[in-house]
């Protein structure tokens, strides 16, 4: 141990008992005699830990701000509700919102919406009406049994067309339809059925007195501004239709409208059928002559004969008539004596 030096407030204590170290007395430093200022501790570096918080709260505040942004941004037009169509007891379904979801998204695609799923390409669905044209990327589903009025065939079908506005639906359709030789329909065209927008095609290759004519009617759209759901009726007309009497100075008829004769009146007790014409009974439905329809001519299944039976000449008598030239009718007996025969007909170009 050294000897105590009372100049050094580090000297240790003596043996006297004087104070050294931190008990020493104090002594001013700058003043003659005073010990020289100790040189300080380096600087620390600041703490890893309080840098991380600090970088925590700098990404919190950034995460905070684009919520902000993403609940206040004003979203695209969307009704909740929005493709909806309501026609009779059919609803056409929202798309359900995904887990986690709390409002129906904005839909963009016809897919997604579940009345369409599984929907293949547009169409009327039938080999007999294939002159139709939908908008591109459309998507239709039949969506009710076919119906028949005054003989004029329906089938109902529920459309989705993308990247249209409902607005914009009758314009489209002018433009697609009457390049390929569809006209708009007047109201002295329309049949039952074809709504305010409609179009008709007519093929002359149904006959000398008739042709055939199609029509499409769009009604009920709805839409987002993105995608338009519309109901389209797809209707086949008669080719011919009307009353007539067959006598001895104008026997003859042609179903179809050509010069091939289906049936040839001779007295109230004979209508022969000459060429390749065929006929066949029916029972006359609850609802009247209107409530035969094509199916239940296509569905009968005993034709045949050179003559009308004498069930068939009989007032208020119903009968199916399969033409020459192949086409179905109906036909209603008003009238059989020995001045003619009188019935109500239609011949139909065709079914769904």
């Known amino acids: 141990m050294g000897s105590y ?20 007395p104090t002594v001013p430093y700058g003043v003659p005699g005073s010990p020289v200022r100790p040189t300080p501790p380096p600087a620390q570096p600041p703490s890893r830990g309080r840098g991380a918080v600090i970088a925590l709260l700098g990404a919190g505040i950034v995460v905070l701000l684009v919520v902000l942004v993403a609940v206040l941004m004003p979203r695209g037009r969307s009704s909740g509700t929005v493709i909806k169509i309501v026609t009779g007891s059919v609803v056409i379904p929202t798309l359900t919102p995904l887990p986690g979801q709390t409002a129906t998204p904005r839909l963009t695609t016809c897919a997604q919406l579940a009345y369409f799923a599984g929907a293949k390409t547009t169409s009327v669905g039938s080999a007999n009406f294939t002159d139709a044209a939908f908008l591109a ?38 433009a697609l339809l009457l390049a390929t030789g569809w006209t ?8 039952v059925q074809c709504a305010a927008l409609c179009w008709q095609h007519v093929n002359p290759s149904g006959g000398a007195a008739g042709a055939i004519r199609h029509f499409l009617s769009i ?40 010069s091939a004769v289906d049936l040839h009146w001779v007295s109230a007790q004979r209508v022969e059928l000459p060429n390749a014409a065929l006929a066949a009974s029916l029972t006359l439905p609850p609802g009247g002559f209107d409530a035969i329809h094509f199916n239940d001519l296509r569905a009968a299944k005993n034709f045949g004969g050179i003559q ?16 020459t030239g192949g086409r179905l009718s109906k036909l209603l007996v008003t009238r059989s004596d020995a001045a003619g025969f009188a019935f109500t007909w239609v011949t139909y170009p065709a079914g769904f």
């Open 5 to 24: 030096d009372p100049t050094n407030p580090y000297s240790p204590r003596d043996p006297s008992g004087a104070l050294s170290g931190d008990n020493a």
């Open 137 to 174: 990327g459309s998507l239709a589903v039949i969506s009710e049994a076919d119906t028949e009025s005054a003989g004029f065939q329906h089938r109902t079908l529920r459309v989705c067309s993308p990247n249209v506005t409902t607005d914009a639906l009758a314009a489209r359709y002018d």
């Open 184 to 191: 708009r329909a007047t109201a002295a065209d329309a049949p």
């Open 219 to 258: 009604d009920g759209a709805q839409g987002n501004g993105v995608l338009s759901t519309y109901v389209m009726v797809a209707t086949i007309a008669p080719l011919t239709a009307g009353t007539v009497t067959l006598t001895a100075g104008q026997p003859d008829f042609s179903a179809d409208g050509t």
């Open 308 to 323: 009308l039976t004498q069930d068939m000449l009989k007032n208020n008598v119903a009968g199916a008539l399969k033409g």
